[in-house]
């Protein structure tokens, strides 16, 4: 009745029960897919080619794009594959490398944007020290701390989730491999698997949301005690588009890895997790493009179209 190892690989049903969806789906996708690519990848140039652009905000921005380019590339192919054609398996080890990067990088995404928050906390709260704290070697530092917890929680927790004993049918009900579609996947007792992601859901979820929540409420403090109205904007504009990508993404994980269990539930998910993986990476280039000036600046400098000031 259970198959240990799965060599047949897995079926992935995502949103099969709706097949006219599905076609509109591969259209979203799609385009949210080329919207990814070209976001992110003009938001990297901008950072490494504008000097005025070599600072602790656009290093870590840059890093996010990054971290989005490579969170899409991993599923997204797949996602197409499937919402257009009629094939919607997957093999055991494209499913077990999906798993890893999707495990690995979705972690990385929580603590880097606490960095970043932690980052917007020091510009606004100590501007006058912001250079001297926020010096590259400890951007470098905590920009790999958090891509180092991201590949530790991958590690810790996809075996267990790889070993569990899976049904015969082998159909994930969601989109892509997920720890949560997998383990509803098995047959046998998953007490340690819900457990283990029970208490990475607040090591990874919780705590970084928390520490968020706190730099803002000091940043929101600050804020108040400011009486200049050029400086209530300048602040505004500094934490307001990370702000909305930590809305966003937060809210849609949340939606996936602590809802409760019922179909209803179970059907929004897919939904809250499709905008999870595609929805939030094409969204953060928008949203610090129309949000930020500098980065407006530094596009029409690439283009040629703003002429520098001439020094007297």
């Not at 996809?158 to 579609?181: G, I, K, N, S, W």
Request: proline letters at 6%; aromatic letters at 10%.
């Amino acid at each position: 009745m259970v198959n240990q190892s799965s060599p047949a690989g897995f079926l992935l049903l995502g949103f099969s029960e709706h097949p006219g969806l599905e076609k509109i789906l591969f259209m979203v996708v799609l385009t949210s897919y080329l919207l990814t690519l070209a976001g992110n990848t003009l938001i990297i140039l901008l950072s490494v080619l504008d000097p005025r652009l070599h600072s602790p905000m656009y290093f870590f921005l840059s890093n996010l794009s990054f971290l989005d380019l490579c969170f899409t590339t991993s599923c997204v192919p797949q996602m197409l594959v499937n919402l257009w054609g009629p094939k919607k398996t997957i093999s055991f080890l494209g499913c077990s490398v999906q798993l890893f990067i999707f495990l690995s990088l979705g972690t990385t995404e929580c603590i880097l944007l606490t960095v970043m928050a932690f980052d917007r906390h020091v510009a606004v709260c100590q501007p006058l020290h912001y250079v001297t704290i926020m010096h590259p070697r400890l951007c470098w530092q905590l920009a790999s701390v958090a891509w180092v917890i991201g590949l530790v929680e991958s590690v810790v927790q996809t075996p267990p989730t790889l070993r569990l004993p899976f049904c015969p049918h082998r159909q994930v009900d969601d989109f892509v491999c997920e720890v949560p579609a997998l383990i509803r996947l098995s047959c046998g007792d998953t007490t340690y698997n819900e457990i283990q992601m029970a208490i990475a859901s607040v090591l990874i979820l919780v705590v970084p949301l928390s520490l968020i929540l706190v730099s803002y409420g000091a940043i929101a403090r600050a804020v108040l005690r400011i009486n200049s109205a050029i400086a209530w904007r300048k602040a505004l504009g500094t934490c307001s588009s990370h702000l909305i990508v930590v809305t966003l993404f937060y809210s849609s994980v949340i939606a996936v890895y602590l809802q409760p269990k019922n179909p209803y539930a179970r059907e929004r998910g897919k939904f809250f997790g499709l905008f999870y993986a595609v929805g939030t990476p094409s969204l953060n280039p928008l949203i610090y493009t129309l949000w930020n000036k500098e980065v407006k600046r530094a596009f029409r400098r690439l283009l040629g179209k703003e002429v520098e000031p001439r020094v007297s």
